[in-house]
């Protein structure tokens, strides 16, 4: 996957792109997390909007970037995923623990 | 009554254990299927099973080698898809206790929600497993073929 990412006013938003999937969750983890080691910005957005796959991999990706993220003191949300992420999610109950967002326009 | 089935169509493919082949495999059941046109959500769930099975023939059954993956993807009569995904691996000693929900030996990379999702996005999931002889998937899954709707 690429992982595109923006830092403006204390948000740090990652948005990956392409489908996600063992092949590629554990590097693409890596990326991210160290993108927010090394920007610890206050505030950090995953915004899949440009993601139209995951299987069970995607699970443990966004679950370590939610430690890494409030290991910091920071606060992590998730916007824009799309209907087949969003089922794998719901399966997994992490809409229960993870704030999900819709229609963030940035 | 018990619906029967009738094969109308088939593919096998092998291929080696790399990870590579996960979006290999989706890729080339999403086209087979085409064929019985399938809605978005439907392919997605497929696709989704798919990429369940063949990782977990991959970091599981495979662990520490590679070994080949055998893919059957069948359309049957009536309108429903089925795929068998067949490792000879390492086996699963307990096949019910594999199937909780995040049960897992995978460690933090893994959640433990496969089998849970294969179950829940297709219709019917069938494990066969023996230790140190290898698994098999069997999951199935009836369409809502557009020319009935
Ligand atoms: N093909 C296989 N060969 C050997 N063991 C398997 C195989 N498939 C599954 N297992 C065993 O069953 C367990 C549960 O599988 P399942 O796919 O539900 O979860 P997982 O692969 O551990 O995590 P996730 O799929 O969420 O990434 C695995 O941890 C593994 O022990
Ligand atoms: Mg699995």
New binding site residues.
């Given amino acids: 996957m690429k992982i595109n990412y923006t830092l403006t006013g204390g948000i740090l938003i990652l948005k990956p792109e392409g489908e996600l999937d063992h092949h590629c969750a554990m590097e693409d983890l890596g990326r991210m997390k160290e993108l927010v080691d090394v920007m610890l910005p206050p505030n950090v957005l995953l915004d899949l909007r440009d993601m139209p796959f995951t299987d069970?991999?995607g699970?443990?990706v966004l679950m370590g970037l939610y430690r890494t993220v409030t290991g910091f003191g920071s606060r992590f949300a998730v916007a824009n995923t799309r209907p087949q992420p969003m089922k794998v999610f719901k399966a997994a109950g992490l809409d229960r623990i993870l704030s999900f967002k819709e229609e963030v326009h940035i | 009554m018990a619906v029967k089935y009738t094969e109308v169509n088939r593919f096998t493919v092998k291929f080696p254990s790399k990870s590579a082949n996960e979006g290999f495999a989706r890729a080339a059941v999403a086209a087979f299927i085409a064929q019985l046109d399938p809605t978005l959500d439907e392919l997605g769930d497929v696709r989704t099973a798919v990429s369940?099975a063949v990782?977990?023939?991959i970091?599981?059954?495979y662990k520490d080698a590679i070994g080949d993956i055998t893919m059957t993807v069948k359309l049957l009569e009536p309108d429903t898809v089925e795929i068998v995904v067949a490792?000879r691996?390492?086996?699963?000693p307990d096949i019910s206790r594999?199937?909780e929900p995040l049960?897992?030996?995978?460690g933090a990379e893994?959640?433990?929600?496969?089998?849970?999702?294969m179950e829940s996005f297709m219709d019917s999931l069938r494990i066969r497993?023996a230790p140190g002889k290898g698994?098999s998937?069997t999951m199935r899954k009836r369409l809502n073929t557009r020319r009935y709707r």
Avoid: K, L, P
């Fill in positions: 069970s991999s699970i443990a | 369940e990782t977990n023939a970091v599981h059954g490792d691996g390492c086996g699963i594999a199937r049960f897992t030996t995978g893994r959640s433990g929600m496969g089998f849970t999702i497993s698994t998937v």
